[in-house]
């Protein structure tokens, strides 16, 4: 009977202390996991922020209250990006788990608000870069300028009697975003190539991406 009791205890403390070193490993990785979600979420709130107050930042004719209502959005928008990366479930909006197509999305926008920040901006304080920005959003939008292409129905928008000058400020704003998209689409292709992306072993938002989703289930099926 000793020896049946000295054996039960053992195998207690063995798997006593197995537990305790899972339980303790599991809270460690959890720990990790929650560090790292809040610092993601951080990055893209502040990244958020800054795309909203680029354009107040860039352009010199910008009055005080203008600035002052800007900040409260970009402020807002940063706070919905923080809640909904850091919160364990979706709030309002549901637009994580997406990449690459949301890191890409995002980068295409903060080059067209730039880029076009920039435009607009040398028409006040003309720079090196400002003509350059501007110069290859001319050549592009004249370039793209023919029927039916998204540079011609931007101009076509204009209202009657809107003088020449505007309608190429159009054109050139729209020659540029519509050479980042290009780009943006063809870095988006090559990492669909490259990474063979969507990942079945990685987090997948279907509403975000139904067509890739549709892609993937025909392709399991």
Known sequence: MGKIEATRLKVRDIIGKTFRQSTGRN????????????TGAIVRMVL????VAMPSMLLVDVTTDTKQMVALVALFSGMLTFVEYNAAYPSLVEF??????????????FATVTGLSIIARGRVAPSNLTE?????????????DFPYSPVRLATQMMADGT????????????????LISLISLGVFVVLLKVGRWPNRHASFNVWINPVSYTHLRAHET
């Open 96 to 109: 994580r788990d997406a990449p690459p197509f949301n890191r890409l999305r995002f980068l295409m926008l």
């Open 48 to 51: 958020v922020m800054v795309l």
């Open 163 to 178: 003088s020449a000058t505007q309608i190429a400020n159009v054109r050139t704003a729209a020659g540029m975003a519509y």
């Open 27 to 38: 809270r460690i990785e959890g720990g990790r996991t929650v560090a790292s979600q809040l």
């Open 132 to 144: 350059f920005t501007e110069a290859v959003g001319t050549l592009i939008g004249i370039s793209m």
